[in-house]
């Protein structure tokens, strides 16, 4: 007999979604029973955890990951990092183990109640199986919805016994391999108007957003800004990618955190053209207006609602990737490539005698250290735009909570490095953040992953504080964060792991983890001093 789970693997495998990361529960162990060989199950602590480090690869990798998730307790911890992955557009598909059909009624133990409502508004679609022999179809349907544009999370509630059934094997061929085609291609018309646009204006600027390095348009973003002589800025610090070399001499740095600093940036301009992220994504209010006077904006995006809420100018629902491509093929006007913006200054290296290293020294030490082809992850908010010190030269090389949920980054790390084995991983993490989801170490240590955790280590919510003094806060409790030993915790979890306070013993540090393989924990104890990141 054909069963319903057999019919399920068989969907998953002729689609090609294999990996699954999760912590399995009493309601997903049928669906587990005789787990294929061919299949591959990344065992997280925490279902948090887990989601993270499934986004972290399904970013990398460009495929989507499938999170199996207990019951509703599971979706539950799972929240905090979906919040990420919504925002992203994550294509993952999350599979929760719901009850044994007659129990949904008496709500059992271990009953999701009400199942499809608990993850909403963070997935494109939320469904549970109405029958047995309609799971197969169900995570065919699953899977096309994730992967299509916008891209993003979706989730499924499968009764536990379900996988016991008899399958419908008429019509389970007609699942398998199937392939949707068709991509959001912007309208000609519009892209060509945008084009004359750009030839025509005094001063346009260029602003790129997350969705340009995940639709693989890096190279077309290049050549655009090189052949309209372009400067190029990012939306925000916050945005979960990185889609232009910070070394370019296009490159013009990133867009503040309030109104007035925004305004005040993009005053220069009289024409922006803004691709591939939302527009204006404010993380402080300020009253006024959002741009000067003058200033006019077009956004190019792959998601109709970030061009629906945009609150000014035109908007062009499209790949930003193939929109970048056509526009730096029409464009006529050639303007000479813009000065380089100023680079922070190399800071002195010597030892403060505090047993603590400066932000500056940091990002100094680990620009002069790092290897060539690091992937980045991070979540050490208070460090602002470090990219300006340290150059991302490459795609695909920059990861971070695209909602700012904290907890993502340190699983995230163990998702980019299973899905990029090729290439060292960096996972700057601050202290605050790291608690979130410590557990990951566990999971690094157990694939033996090349990364390197460097907490970020100031005693403090920094950022927190630096937010508090905007908002003429005074007195703020529980922002200093005493008493926490990330050596030993790391320890314990399998990862070699050590404490430097200088600049000297972190170059050491980094050339001991860097050269060795596995992962690798350094406590860098910062000094805690006020950030750039709202001034």
């Known amino acids: ?23 399995p529960g009493s309601n997903e162990l049928p669906f587990l029973q005789g787990f294929p060989e061919d299949f591959r199950y990344i065992l997280a602590l925490q279902e948090g955890a887990g989601l993270a480090m499934a986004d972290g690869y399904a970013q990398a990798t460009g495929t989507p990951a499938l999170v199996s998730l207990h019951s509703a307790a ?54 549970e199986a109405p029958s047995p022999q309609a799971v197969p179809a169900v995570l065919a349907r699953a899977i096309g919805l994730a992967t299509t544009a916008p891209t993003g999370p979706v989730y499924v509630s499968v009764p536990l016994s379900d996988w016991d059934e008899q399958a419908d094997t008429d019509n389970l061929p007609y699942l398998l391999g199937r392939h949707i085609a068709g991509w959001p291609v912007a309208e000609r018309a519009a892209l060509r108007e945008l084009a004359q646009r750009l030839d025509q204006a005094e001063n346009p600027v260029l602003v790129l957003g997350p969705d340009v390095d995940a639709y693989g348009g890096w190279d077309v973003a290049i050549a655009l800004a090189e052949k309209a002589g372009l400067p190029v800025k990012f939306g925000t610090y916050e945005y979960p990618r990185i889609s232009f070399p910070t070394d370019h001499p296009c490159y013009q740095g990133t867009l503040g955190a309030t109104v007035a600093q925004v305004r005040d940036q993009l005053a220069p301009y009289d024409f922006v053209v803004w691709v591939g992220g939302a527009v204006l994504p404010y993380h402080a209010w300020e009253p006024g207006r959002y741009l000067r006077e003058g200033t006019d904006l077009v956004l190019v995006t792959p998601d109709p609602d970030q061009a629906a809420r945009a609150p000014l100018g035109s908007a062009i629902v499209g790949d930003p990737a193939e929109a970048l491509a056509r526009l730096a093929d029409w464009v006529r006007t050639t303007r000479p490539l813009p000065a380089p913006m100023k680079r922070p200054a190399r800071v002195d290296l010597s030892d403060t005698g505090t047993g603590t290293v400066s932000e500056a020294q940091f990002l100094q030490v680990l620009a002069d250290n790092h290897p060539d082809d690091t992937a980045w992850v991070y979540e050490t908010p208070s460090l602002g735009a470090w990219w300006d010190t340290m150059p991302i030269t490459r795609p695909d090389s920059f990861f971070c909570a695209a909602a700012s949920a904290l907890g993502y980054g340190l699983p995230a790390a163990v998702g980019v490095a299973l899905a990029r084995p090729d290439r060292p991983v960096v996972a700057m993490i601050g202290d605050g953040s790291a608690n979130y989801s410590i557990s990951g170490l566990w999971s690094a240590a157990q694939h033996h992953l090349d990364i390197t955790y460097l907490i970020v280590h100031n005693g403090a919510y920094r950022v927190l504080k630096d937010y508090g003094t905007l908002l003429g806060a005074q007195r703020l409790p529980g922002l200093d964060l005493p008493g926490i030993d990330f050596v030993a915790i790391a320890t314990g979890y399998g990862v070699p792991a050590r404490t430097v306070g200088t600049p000297s013993d972190l170059a050491d540090a980094l050339e001991q983890a860097f050269g060795t393989p596995g992962p690798h924990l350094i406590q860098v104890q910062i000094t805690d001093e006020p950030s750039t990141v709202f001034h």
């Not at 069963?3 to 912590?23: H, I, K, P, Q, W």
């Not at 007659?102 to 963070?122: E, F, K, S, V």
């Open 1 to 23: 007999m054909t069963t319903v789970r057999d019919a399920s693997y068989e969907v998953l495998r002729s689609l090609g979604v294999t990996t699954f990361f999760g912590n």
């Open 74 to 127: 599971g979706v539950g911890q799972a929240m905090g990092n979906l919040v990420n992955s919504w925002q992203a557009g994550t294509p993952l598909i999350l599979i929760s183990g719901q009850q044994f059909r007659p129990l949904i009624t008496l709500q059992g133990m271990l009953t999701n109640h009400d199942a499809t409502t608990l993850p909403r508004p963070l997935v494109k679609w939320s469904f």
